[in-house]
């Protein structure tokens, strides 16, 4: 079964936002590093591809296109299981930032009562002709802008498989003609007239304040909550201008892993520890798996941060990361394992003994998307503990124990921490456990495929009597 990026879930619906990027760059990064601040779970489509869908300047169109897109989105979700539980943003990303939660974004979007929400602009784009067809608005946010929109995953799915399209062709208008129908069909789609969800910036610059931290529209009297430079390099200018005033500060106390948010919540004094990070299971971007570890609310003066790849198409990656980061961490050390997974923990473990106070063994393709992550569960952990991750699309989940047990823990609705036979991609161990880890890798090592190296740990100190435990005190994470 397809299996997508971790979603934010209320309990309702699942959330995440898709987005198209075919390079890195620094807007990239702007737009990942505002996800991250407001807990928004994303995925990035199309990295490494060649661009196909019209003329562009450093992400920017310069002609009409961008059907690639579409292409794109068709191709990501059409695996997609229980679309109609699922609430898809799709918006574009080196223009973009966000200005609000994935909570506001789905108790908004619930609120506007329509299965499809488009941003708007004040521009008709790309053909001016079609303005007499859009119906009276009571802002001058009139015409669809395909730059943003929301809705249920099926409905989504049933927009972009409506009509073939070439990757040059324009993706605004592709919208705008669906728009145009779905008026003849009890409005399946409507447009964000009032700038709620979407604010997008051209020709709107006069519009905009930063009110108390926010961006805010005076004009509509909204906070939007996403929002789009869809202009010239003077709009895109203003875009980083408020990106400066409104996250620089937060961003340079999340590096600092100085923010006071963190310290009335939890033990002032941190303890110190070791991440052991396996690049190993193959992940669509290594760039969301460095980014979860980044973005992570424990001090990084407290963290080394072990990384360890047995691909060396991966290496470019690391050694970058390593080069743009290295300094926010205690330490920072790199491994091309060529000895298998059950040595290369083996070794790792005996490396990182009395090194610090935890361990923690982390798989590639397992997202901590809770940033306080470690802080909370290095408060619940006994000796070995993982947080609970689901693999969507998929009955599997991170940990095994007795069927009726599994059938009762596994509801995410069910709250609290569980005694299991075996844990699975995370696992934070304290330092006192290692060495009955390590005596634990070595025996019966013959009995075990390497892939189940995890099994084969958790079964000797089973045997020892240490239980492994699983925390579903929180939302964690997921799989990428």
């Not at 909570?103 to 499809?116: A, C, G, L």
């Not at 161990?429 to 880890?437: E, V």
Request: aromatic content about 12%; some cysteine.
């Amino acid at each position: 079964m397809y299996c997508r990026d971790n979603s934010y879930s209320d309990g309702i619906d699942r959330f995440i936002v898709i987005t198209v990027a075919t390079e890195n760059n620094i807007e990239l990064d702007r737009f990942r590093d505002s996800c991250h601040l407001h807990d928004i779970p994303y995925k990035i489509i199309g990295l490494g591809q060649e661009w196909t869908g019209g003329e562009a300047k450093g992400g920017v169109l310069l002609q009409p296109g961008g059907a690639q897109k579409i292409n794109l989105l068709k191709k990501e979700i059409e695996s997609y299981p229980d679309l109609e539980n699922h609430i898809i943003l799709f918006t574009d990303s080196y223009d973009v930032i966000f200005n609000g939660t994935s909570e506001e974004i789905v108790k908004s979007f619930r609120k506007m009562s329509s299965p499809v929400v488009f941003s708007s602009e004040k521009t008709c784009w790309p053909d001016k002709k079609l303005e007499k067809k859009y119906p009276s608005s009571t802002t001058e946010y009139k015409f669809l802008n395909s730059g943003g929109f929301i809705g249920y995953g099926d409905h989504i799915k049933e927009i972009v498989n409506k009509v073939k399209v070439e990757n040059n062709y324009d993706d605004q208008l592709y919208y705008t003609e669906r728009y145009f129908e779905s008026l003849y069909d009890k409005k399946n789609i409507i447009l964000d007239n009032q700038q709620i969800i979407f604010q997008t910036l051209n020709e709107s610059l006069e519009d905009i304040t930063i009110k108390n931290g926010k961006i805010k529209n005076i004009v509509t009297n909204q906070e939007p909550l996403i929002i789009h430079a869809n202009g010239g390099t003077n709009i895109k200018n203003t875009l980083n201008e408020y990106y400066h005033k409104l996250f620089k500060n937060s961003l340079k106390s999340l590096q600092n892993n100085q923010s006071d948010i963190d310290k009335p919540k939890f033990n002032n004094n941190y303890n110190n520890i070791t991440i052991g990070l396996f690049i190993e299971e193959k992940v669509p971007n290594i760039n969301q798996t460095f980014d979860h570890i980044r973005f992570l609310t424990y001090p990084k003066d407290k963290i080394s941060l072990h990384i360890s790849y047995d691909n060396k198409k991966d290496k470019y990656l690391i050694d970058l990361f390593k080069e743009k980061y290295s300094q926010l961490f205690n330490n920072l050390t790199i491994t091309y394992n060529k000895e298998g997974k059950i040595n290369g923990r083996k070794k790792f473990l005996i490396e990182t003994y009395d090194k610090g106070d935890y361990v923690v063994l982390m798989e590639s393709n397992h997202i901590l998307r809770n940033n306080k992550s470690l802080q909370i569960l290095l408060t619940e952990c006994d000796n070995i503990i993982t947080p609970m991750i689901h693999k969507e699309g998929s009955e599997w989940v991170n940990f095994n124990c007795d069927n009726i047990k599994k059938e009762q823990y596994r509801n995410y609705q069910n709250r609290g921490i569980w005694d299991v036979t075996h844990l699975f991609g995370i696992h934070i161990i304290k330092n006192d456990l290692i060495p009955y880890c390590v005596n634990s890798l070595n025996n019966k090592i013959d009995s075990y495929p390497d892939n189940d190296w995890d099994v084969l740990m958790c079964d000797n100190l089973k045997l020892k009597g240490y239980s492994p435990q699983i925390s579903n005190t929180n939302y964690y994470g997921g799989i990428i």
